[in-house]
């Protein structure tokens, strides 16, 4: 007898969307306008070249209404703009030497951290305030699994000295982060009449 494990697909925020022929392209047209401004969120921190910033909510609050693939795509194509020169990273920064600065490594992470998020939405974990809390924990320590050896590598720092210059400053507001996305999407999922 075999056994086969079946995982329940639900929808994630952006299949309730009406459709339209471009709804794909506008959603993700969406998410990458919505990671580029929280991106310009940005407060300098005067010991470490990582500054605070919108961009990790936006990302991950766009992976989870869009879901893994749509999330991918908006994350890959943000890190693509922003590459031509479109001034979409932190504080209107663009261009490939932005890309392999000191923040590169949690740009690879963002779009790691869309599927991981994006799966967890389809698996439901966003409708309710502690599968959503979850999730964005989970999609933040993603990113830093990219961001800080990235960090240490052009830095030029041990690995424990760059996890104090490029992750722990961050986790108090990484926490406030995920307690704002457990209030925003499962009261989402409520106004369009889902909540299991």
Do not use: C
């Not at 030497?97 to 992470?109: E, F, H, S």
């Not at 999609?139 to 760059?162: H, I, K, T």
């Not at 722990?168 to 996305?181: T, V």
């Amino acid at each position: 007898m075999t056994s086969m494990s079946t995982t329940v697909r639900r929808p994630v925020l952006a299949d309730r969307a009406p459709h339209l022929v471009a709804r794909e392209a506008l959603l993700i047209a969406g998410a990458v306008l919505l990671v580029a401004a929280s991106a310009q969120i940005v407060v300098p921190l005067p010991f470490t070249p990582v500054p605070v910033t919108g961009s990790t909510f936006g990302v991950l609050l766009a992976a989870a209404a869009l879901g893994p693939t749509r999330g991918v795509a908006a994350m890959t194509l943000y890190l693509i703009l922003g590459i031509a020169g479109v001034p979409v990273f932190l504080g209107a920064n663009a261009g490939l030497p932005y890309a392999l600065g000191a923040t590169g490594g949690y740009l690879i992470g963002f779009i790691v951290a869309a599927w991981v998020v994006g799966q967890l939405a389809r698996r439901g974990l966003d409708r309710r305030p502690e599968g959503t809390a979850a999730a964005f924990v989970l999609g933040s320590l993603v990113v830093y699994a990219f961001g800080v050896p990235w960090l240490a590598f052009v830095l030029g720092v041990s690995l424990s000295e760059a996890v104090a210059l490029g992750a722990l400053p961050f986790l108090i507001g990484d926490a406030l982060k995920a307690a704002l996305a457990a209030a925003v999407l499962p009261l989402a999922w409520s106004v369009v009449g889902e909540t299991k």
